[in-house]
Structures are given as structure tokens and as C-alpha cells.
């Protein structure tokens, strides 16, 4: 079959990988997932780095993201019932990314999606509204494809065909409130087409485990809730 490249290409599917396994680790050596992430990140450095975005990454520029949302979202408040709220963050093409997501899940297994707190760090923002415009988008992109969408093929040919059965994400899905922040660093801009997108589907699924212990570990989100509830 031909493909060709999605949105952020192999960062989406590393950063779920990963920040998903992050927070796996924490829960099951009792640790807090943001406490664990700023250990892991560390302290100010530049790392050599050799591929998309290099020569070099620096680590804490990803906890400075994730104090931020985690700050804007009240990490630290208790949410009673079936709420949670995941984090998660990502290097992408020379920048540094992190979502928070604040969800409620019902006895049905149903989303509300309260919250969305995304942070961006692309150096310096030589277009500041270009800049949220691509955070903004690239969240929502990363909502859509993480809970509903999925290419399948049958005897050789793709199932779906358009937008009836390849079903972007609808209004009712989306957050009640999306922020956006930019948090500028040093004097060099990076790209921002991409780096929105990687780290929002581990966030909504750690998010998601925080709310009802449903561990999601296969992509789209679909009816696992549903299912595993039932």
C-alpha cells in the first residue's frame, strides 16, 4: 500500500510510546508523572542531538513547559469522581512541546473533555499569532485522529472512503477551553507546523487512566472506554 508522511511523521507515534510508558512507570513505582518527568529532564544542558531539529537538545526547556501547563491546569487539585488530568511533552523539529488535559469520564465510558492547556517553546516567535494558530491546530488535529481516527484495509482496498466512516473529530468532542501559551527562549526561531501535534494524544490517555484506571495502549481512543467499562 502507499503511504506517504502524516503531520509530525514518526514524532506522534514516539511521543505516545513514550509518554505513555513514563506515566506507566510512575504509577507502578508509586512516583507522581510530572515529579518523575522533571527528574528525568533535569537540569539546563544542551545534549548532542543528531537528528530532525539538532544539533543539540536541552531537556529542561521541556520541564519549563510542563511547570507551566501543569501550573495553568491546577495539576495538583483533587477531582473527585471519574475526573483526571494527564500531562505529557515532546521535542519535535528544533522545538519543545507539552499539553495538559483536564477529562471527565461517565459510567458509559463517554469523553467530556474539559480542559486543554498547550505550551509551546520555539525559541523566539517571529509570528506570534502564526505561532498559536499552528498550536491550536495541531491540538485539535492530534484530539481528532487520537479518538476517532483510523485507516483499515480489507482484501487489498481501504475501507473508508470519506468523511462518513474516516470521522473527523466533531464539535461535541473538543474542549470546552483550549489555551495556548508561548514561552520564548534565546534569539533562534525553530518551525512550528508540527509541534503541536506529538504530545496531546499521551496526555488525553494519561489523562484518561487518571480518571478511571483505563489504560489506553492502542490508538484511536474509539469505544476501548465503552468496552472496558461495560
Not at 502507499?2 to 513514563?22: D, K
Request: charged residues 20%.
Amino acid at each position: 500500500m502507499p503511504r506517504g508522511s502524516w503531520r509530525a511523521p514518526a514524532h506522534t507515534a514516539n511521543a505516545f510510546v513514550v509518554q505513555s510508558f513514563i506515566d506507566e512507570i510512575a504509577h507502578a513505582s508509586g512516583q507522581d508523572p510530572l515529579q518523575l518527568r522533571l527528574e528525568l529532564y533535569g537540569e539546563n544542558r544542551d545534549l548532542e542531538y543528531g537528528q530532525h531539529g539538532g544539533p543539540v537538545f536541552n531537556p529542561w526547556r521541556l520541564s519549563r513547559l510542563l511547570k507551566h501547563v501543569a501550573e495553568r491546569i491546577d495539576y495538583k487539585a483533587r477531582r473527585p469522581g471519574r475526573k483526571g488530568v494527564g500531562v505529557a511533552s515532546h521535542f519535535t523539529f528544533g522545538g519543545y512541546a507539552a499539553h495538559a488535559v483536564e477529562l471527565e469520564v461517565d459510567d458509559e465510558g463517554s469523553l467530556n473533555i474539559n480542559r486543554i492547556v498547550a505550551a509551546v517553546d520555539c525559541g523566539i516567535a517571529v509570528n506570534p499569532l502564526g505561532v498559536e494558530a499552528q498550536l491550536e491546530g495541531g491540538t485539535i488535529d492530534g484530539l481528532s485522529t487520537a479518538l476517532n481516527l483510523e485507516i483499515t484495509v480489507e482484501e487489498g482496498q481501504v475501507v473508508q472512503s470519506n468523511f462518513h466512516n474516516y470521522r473527523v473529530a466533531r464539535m461535541a468532542q473538543m474542549p470546552a477551553v483550549l489555551e495556548t501559551h508561548i514561552l520564548p527562549f534565546g534569539d533562534k526561531p525553530t518551525g512550528m507546523g508540527e509541534m503541536g501535534l506529538p504530545s496531546l494524544a499521551p496526555a488525553l490517555t494519561n489523562a484518561i487512566y487518571n480518571a478511571c484506571g483505563v489504560r489506553i495502549r492502542k490508538l484511536p481512543v474509539r469505544d476501548q472506554l465503552k468496552q472496558a467499562l461495560a
